[in-house]
T-cell receptor, first 113, second 115 residues
Framework: AQSVTQPDIHITVSEGASLELRCNYSYGATPYLFWYVQSPGQGLQLLLKYFSGDTLVQGIKGFEAEFKRSQSSFNLRKPSVHWSDAAEYFCAVGALAGNKLVFGAGTILRVKS | EAEVAQSPRYKITEKSQAVAFWCDPISGHATLYWYRQILGQGPELLVQFQDESVVDDSQLPKDRFSAERLKGVDSTLKIQPAELGDSAMYLC?????????????FGPGTRLTVT
């Protein structure tokens, strides 16, 4: 069965610093991978997705992610974090059957000024 | 920009009471999903509809939870009776098609607290 692991529960970075959030997946075929962001009390917003092709994908709000099949990873990065990026970030894999998303437990990002 | 609507945003109920949540997906979206997000965890799919039909309810606790989408548009999720462990955020999402390449759009959620 597919699963997603986000090893870091909390991460704190300084405003302007770079960011990398880790995501590892377990999946028996070519995965469809997603990163979502959730602000407090809000629903989830899609940041970016990977289906095939170029392993470096660009998303909204200056985020990017790199798919590495050999490491079963899909890490999210941003070169310079803004205070408004403070939120919870979820990595997810799309199941082969239907359109079920399997989410990781999330990483809470805190940004200090 | 079209959005998924959910109501209520917050609900407090006592154990053993009945509670219902409502979701209105983006117009034209055939697939509707209900997820449960327990504090500190990622969302978990409870039930998935294609039009008015349930296509996946394998994780729905059917002894107390029910869901319907009678006309293939809006949907209601019901819990009866509510238990303390049901306290969570209930998220509704919709997508144009039932295909993992189709983006799921999420509503703001309903925060349920069972006392």
């Amino acid at each position: 069965a597919q699963s997603v692991t986000q090893p870091d529960i909390h991460i704190t970075v300084s405003e302007g610093a770079s960011l990398e959030l880790r995501c590892n997946y377990s999946y028996g075929a070519t995965p469809y991978l997603f990163w979502y962001v959730q602000s407090p009390g809000q629903g989830l917003q899609l940041l970016l997705k990977y289906f095939s092709g170029d392993t470096l994908v660009q998303g909204i709000k200056g985020f990017e992610a790199e798919f590495k099949r050999s490491q079963s990873s899909f890490n999210l990065r941003k070169p310079s974090v803004h205070w408004s990026d403070a939120a919870e970030y979820f990595c997810a894999v799309g199941a082969l059957a239907g359109n079920k998303l399997v989410f990781g437990a999330g990483t809470i990002l805190r940004v200090k000024s | 920009e079209a959005e998924v609507a959910q109501s209520p945003r917050y609900k407090i109920t006592e154990k053993s009471q009945a509670v219902a949540f409502w979701c209105d997906p983006i117009s034209g979206h055939a697939t509707l999903y209900w997820y449960r997000q327990i504090l500190g965890q990622g969302p978990e799919l409870l039930v998935q509809f294609q039009d008015e039909s349930v296509v996946d309810d394998s994780q729905l606790p059917k002894d107390r939870f029910s869901a319907e989408r009678l006309k293939g548009v809006d949907s209601t999720l019901k819990i009866q009776p509510a238990e303390l462990g049901d306290s969570a955020m209930y998220l509704c999402a919709s997508s144009r098609k039932r295909d993992r390449a189709n983006e799921q759009y999420f509503g703001p959620g309903t925060r349920l607290t069972v006392t």
